[in-house]
Nanobody, 133 residues
Framework: QVQLVESGGGSVQAGGSLRLSCAASGYTYGRYCMGWFRQAPGKEREGVAARDGDGSTAYADSVKGRFTISQDNAKNTLYLQMNSLKPEDTAMYYC???????????????????????????WGQGTQVTVSS
């Protein structure tokens, strides 16, 4: 059973930075698509950034150029570096993993990625990010 534990959320002012971490354990053999989703109050959960096992990445248009997803395989940890934060980035951020499913390469594929992860993947408990203006 894959377990994902997020950390690093908090409250910052607009323009600030945060780095989220996701410690993963319990992997079985296979290729995983790892990534971050977020959900603001009253809104649907949306994909933010995805990273495939070969290192390829994809970002939502709203965060492109400001957020960077990376992975430290030695530590089994996924990161999301968030710079130039905006109030609209305020949300609960979730780490997720789904096995044997190709990661999205463009934002248009984020919907199918979300549904596949919802049905067959693994989720962390979430970490809150609050950005004040």
């Amino acid at each position: 059973q894959v377990q994902l534990v997020e950390s690093g959320g908090g409250s910052v002012q607009a323009g600030g930075s945060l780095r989220l971490s996701c410690a993963a354990s319990g992997y079985t053999y296979g290729r995983y698509c790892m990534g971050w989703f977020r959900q603001a109050p009253g809104k649907e959960r949306e994909g933010v950034a995805a990273r495939d096992g070969d290192g390829s990445t994809a970002y939502a248009d709203s965060v492109k150029g400001r957020f960077t997803i990376s992975q430290d395989n030695a530590k089994n940890t996924l990161y999301l570096q968030m710079n130039s934060l905006k109030p609209e980035d305020t949300a609960m951020y979730y780490c997720a993993a789904v096995r044997s499913f190709p990661c999205p390469t463009v934002p248009a594929d984020f919907g199918s990625w979300y549904h596949k992860t919802l049905s067959f993947g693994y989720w962390g408990q979430g970490t809150q990010v609050t950005v004040s203006s």
